[in-house]
Structure formats: C-alpha cells, structure tokens
C-alpha cells in the first residue's frame, strides 16, 4: 500500500489539503519492525514521525511501559519537538509504521492550523496521563504497609547455638539473618556478623553466637507504612528491621526486598533525597511533592497521616540540604530546627519557612553566615517563601547559641515584650532535623523550668486564642471579608489558629512536650484536662477545617496562584458547608473554655 494512501485514512492527515498531503505523502517511506526490535533508543535524537499502520509499539521508561502506540496512533511528535527520545521505542508485535521525515513534520505543522492543534493536543493529555500515572504510583506507595512486601519467616536459635549451628541453619533456610534468644531478650544475627566474627575477630566457630547477636532490635508493625521502614532503615543505617504483628514477631524485611517493591516506584522522594548530590537534585525532588500530597488527599489517607508523611519528607530534605551545604564540623556542633506548623508536622503545603540553628556554646564556624544565607536562598527556590517576619537561619537573631537562645527564653517568659508571645509560640512547637538533637531538648527543659516559676505567664500567652472573631454570625451564617478577599473568609484567623494555640497553652500548662495538635489533645483528654468528647469535637473540627485548607490549597498549586488562608465558602458543597459551620460553633466553644480556664477576663 503506498504511503498516500494510507496517510488520507489517517487524522490529523486527513485534516491536510490535497496538495499539502501529496507533497508530505512523496517524502513519507514505510519501515518494517520485527517483535522486540527496538525502533529508538531513550535519549536518541529522532529524525522521523512514525505513523502505525498495523501492529503495536511500546515507549518504555526506565524498562517501565508508559506509552502504547496502535493503528493510526503518531510516535513521538513530543519528541521530535524536543529534540531527544523521551522513550524507549520497542515492537511490541510484527509492525508496520510509514514514517516522515522530521523537517516535513515540521512544515505540516506550520501548514496546517488542524494538523498543529491535533499534535499539540495529543503532547498535552499525554503530559496529564503521565502525570496521573506518576501520582498514582507514589500514592500506592506511600500508603502501601509493611505486610504488602516479603516478610522473612522468623529463624530463631538460642543464644547458646554455635557460631557454625548458626550459619548451617541459615544455609538450610536459604536465610540472611536470624533472631538469637537469651535470658527472654532477642538480638539479631547477619550472616556478615557470622562471617566477621570467624574471619577477621578470629573467633572459633564453636563460640555462642549469642555473643556476637545485637539485642537493640528496631522493630516495626506489620501494618505500619512501608515508607516509614525505608525511613527506618536510612535513619539507623542498616539493612533489615524486625517485623511485629500483635504483639508477636513476625519476621524480618530486608532492605533487598523493600527495595525490590521499590523497584517500579522510580520517582520516590524519599530515595531521590537520599541520593541527591548537587542542589538541582534536591530541587527535583521537593518539585514532587505536591504530586505525593494530592494523590493521597484524592486516595482519601487522612489528613494526619499525610502530615506525617510530608513531616518526613521534609525534614529529610531539609537535613539533605543543610549536609550538603554546611561541613560535618558544622552539623555535629549545631542543631538544626524547624518551628511553628512544620515543627508541630501540621504544614502540607509550601509555606513560610520558620527555621532556626542552635549552636552548641563555644563554637563558632567562620563561614557561619554564608551557610546559612545559601540555606535560605536554596529553600526559596525549591518553593518554600521567605517568612515575612524574617524567622530563618539567615537571620542571626535565629542562629545563635545554647546559652543566647536559653537568655531570650528567659526574656519571652519573664520580661515579655512586643513580639515575645509570637516568638516563644513559634520556638515551643520546635523539631529537629539535622545535627544534635540534645541542644534543643536542652533549652525545652529550660522553657519548662521558667513556666513553673511563672504561672501567670499562661494566661497571657493564651490570651490570643480569643484575639479573632470567629466567621459565624448569630444566625450560624457566614461571616465572609469585603475587600480584596470579597465574600471569602480567613480559615487560620477563624479556627486553626485559635485551636492549635489554645491546645498549645494548655500542653505547656500541662508540661506536655508533644507538639503535634492532635497528640497534645489526645494527651490532655488522657490527663482529665479535656472532657473525651469534647476533645473529640476539637480534633475533628480542626481536620476539617485544615482539610478545607489543603482543598484550596492544592486547587490554587495547579492554578499557580500564591498560597493563602481564604476560601469562598459558596463555592463549598452542602455537606463541607454544615461541616465548616459545625467546626465554627466547635471553636466558639473552646474560646469559651479557655476564657474560663485561664480567667482571660480578669487580665488587664
């Protein structure tokens, strides 16, 4: 069949005028592809638009398909456009494809308005499919427990079993670790344990090998995420964690076996974290991670676990970031925090950054202040704004040493001035994520001690949970804002803030050292401080409003509008709207219960 012919069946060719068809149609050839022959390789330079005819052709990424051409199907105008092979084109069957050279492919397009249009279109909702596909991949992941991978059966011995009983066993059950038991207590074993100890401490094979087991097992529930086991694994630096299901051991998942249901998961943040060298990596990496939080919010994980989850990520960017900026010298005489929603692993989104450096005292690092700039700037551009009220490491006021930041905690507590409530409410809800963790939990005991000395101090530092009107009006509407937010309402101002700060008074009142909202409302409950089901409505009212949050705030990321705290609430659907009223009446209740609790109306 001649390739005129078969191009006039073919859109967006039939779209073409007669004489344009006849001339691209002259220049057209048709190739053969025998099954599994590789048309184009990833990254070659492509000099032909290939139109299928008859069989079919597989775009492969990294071994993975991505992309399937069929009859009539074009392959790959992205391509072509790009100069470069985003695929791996394989025969997935005997095919026959007319191809067309390059520079006619280019003519037609600037020929033909259709033709164009048809191309362009093909390159966008391919884009959106592979972007669906990419998301779906790490939702699965990230919500994937530790029971969906292989688990290794437990080979358990006694601690008295020989260093030569032990490996036999371990050859006879093809295994690479076992668990040792002494005296109740249950270590570890590798077989590179078994081979050290005999080969390089010289020890006798006969020798217990409950001598050589280690008995600080990390350990992890079956039904725990698989994410957290990677993490695990990165954070101790070791190859196996033993497996727990009620209560009982389970087995042991290696890290060969993590990462072989890893293995189609190619763009995992976690691991492009960890393997990124240079800062564009890292960038790359943070670029994901709005594509991680809308798949679990469209899987519907809570939003607590999400938090967690991105929590996670984040500090291990963060740590990246600062190891491959700041010396080793650096990083073991400091510690490295992030404060406010992210330390409290309530920040989803990309927000201000509210981060700090505490030094150990007596150190100083001469280029101190260049790290640190560079650390600001490089978070900028992975999309993380400068904190307006210039809380940053950048700033020197939030770098300094144990015994400078023990000096303002003193003066926030004690001698409280204008921003001192502000600075303290942000610093009390501090994480680590990179150094020595001991500094900071050095001044919170310090922060401890002043509030017993200072009792009153509570009552004014929670006197700003009742410092915004709550959007509902006597009838239960809303109370929306005129302006530049015309008809929307402030989500943070209304409820969160106003909960998470009361919830944070009364943690600090209660010396709770949690710093997440949800465990702080949850250990008060336990404490008898808040009735069950009143904290029960407090930690579903603050869900839905963040839920309501992450739900403009992921449609204003697609959008590219800046990120804010407004919603229009006309434009929520019937049951979010009774859940955002419920959530508000739920906040005028707890305002009530702090003004009572702390007797806000007797401070002037």
């Known amino acids: 069949m001649e390739p005129l012919a078969l191009l006039a069946q073919t859109e967006p060719f039939d779209q073409l005028a007669p004489a344009i068809l006849d ?20 990254g070659a330079v492509p000099d032909a638009l290939f139109v299928v005819v008859r069989g079919t052709v597989q775009g492969l990424i990294n071994g993975q398909e991505r992309a399937r051409f ?36 280019i003519e037609l397009l600037g020929a033909s308005a259709e033709f164009a ?14 972007r669906t596909a990419s998301r779906q991949d790490l939702a699965d992941f990230m919500i994937a427990t530790i029971g969906d991978a292989y688990i290794h059966p437990p080979l358990t011995v006694d601690a008295t079993t020989s260093i030569h009983d032990a490996a036999v066993a371990m050859r006879e059950h093809r295994a690479t670790s076992l668990l040792v038991e002494r005296n109740g207590a249950i270590g570890i074993c590798s077989g590179t344990d078994l081979r050290d100890a005999v080969v390089i401490a010289r020890r006798s094979p006969d020798d217990p090998v409950g001598d050589i087991a280690s008995y600080e097992l990390v350990s992890l529930e079956a039904d725990d995420f698989l994410f957290n086991a990677l993490l695990t694994m990165t954070r101790h630096s070791i190859s196996r964690v033993v497996i727990r299901r009620d209560q009982q051991i389970a087995g042991v998942l290696e890290q060969v076996d993590l990462l072989s249901f890893l293995s189609s998961h190619t763009h995992l943040i976690a691991v492009q974290i960890e393997r990124a060298a240079t800062l564009e990596e890292l960038a790359t990496a943070s670029r ?92 900028v551009s992975f999309g993380y704004p400068r904190c307006p009220g210039n809380i940053m490491v950048s700033n020197p006021f939030w770098t300094r040493s144990v015994s400078a930041f023990r000096d303002e905690i003193f003066d926030w507590i004690q001698r409280p001035g204008e921003d001192s409530f502000m600075h303290f409410a942000i610093f009390v ?19 401890f001690q002043q509030l017993q000395s200072n009792k009153p101090f509570f009552a004014r530092f929670a006197r700003a949970t009742v410092s915004f009107e709550t959007p509902l009006g006597f009838f239960a509407n809303f109370v929306v804002e005129k302006g530049a937010h015309r008809e929307e309402l402030d989500l943070k101002k209304g409820g969160i803030f106003p909960l998470t700060h009361g919830i944070r008074s009364l943690a600090l009142e209660h010396r709770i050292e949690a710093t997440n909202t949800l465990e702080r409302i949850e250990l008060l409950r336990s404490r008898g401080v808040l009735e069950a089901q009143f904290a029960v409505e407090l930690a579903e009212a603050l869900t839905v409003l963040s839920t309501l949050r992450l739900k403009s705030g992921l449609q204003k990321a697609r959008s590219n509008e800046a990120q804010n705290n407004y919603i229009n609430p006309a434009n929520l659907n019937k049951l979010e709207r009774e859940l955002l009223r419920d959530s508000f009446k739920i906040v005028n209740e707890f305002k009530k219960f702090i003004s009572f609790h702390f007797k806000l109306n007797l401070i002037t």
């Open 288 to 379: 994901a991670l709005v594509d991680v939080i809308e798949a679990l919010h469209g899987k519907g994980v809570k939003l607590h676990y999400i938090g967690q989850l991105v929590s996670e990520l984040n500090k291990k960017l963060f740590a990246k970031l600062f190891a491959l900026l700041a010396p080793a010298e650096l990083l073991a005489n400091s510690c490295l925090i992030v404060m406010g929603s992210e330390g409290r692993e309530e920040q989803i989104l990309k927000t201000d950054q509210d981060n700090a450096l505490i030094l150990r005292d007596g150190y100083t690092h001469p280029d101190l202040s260049r790290i640190t700039q560079a650390f600001t700037e490089a978070l």
């Open 117 to 130: 249009d048809f191309c362009l279109e093909d390159i966008a909702e391919r884009a959106t499919n592979e």
């Open 23 to 42: 001339q691209a149609a002259s220049r057209a050839d048709i190739a053969y592809f025998s099954q599994g022959s590789t048309i184009l390789e990833a």
């Open 429 to 447: 809800d501090a994480m680590p994520v990179a150094g020595n963790a001991g500094l900071l939990d050095e001044l919170r005991q310090y922060v």
């Open 70 to 105: 069929g009859s009539g199907d074009l392959f790959d105008v992205e391509s072509l456009l790009r100069h470069r092979s985003t695929y791996q084109l394989l025969a997935r069957e005997d095919s026959v494809c007319v191809t067309l050279p390059r520079s006619c492919f």
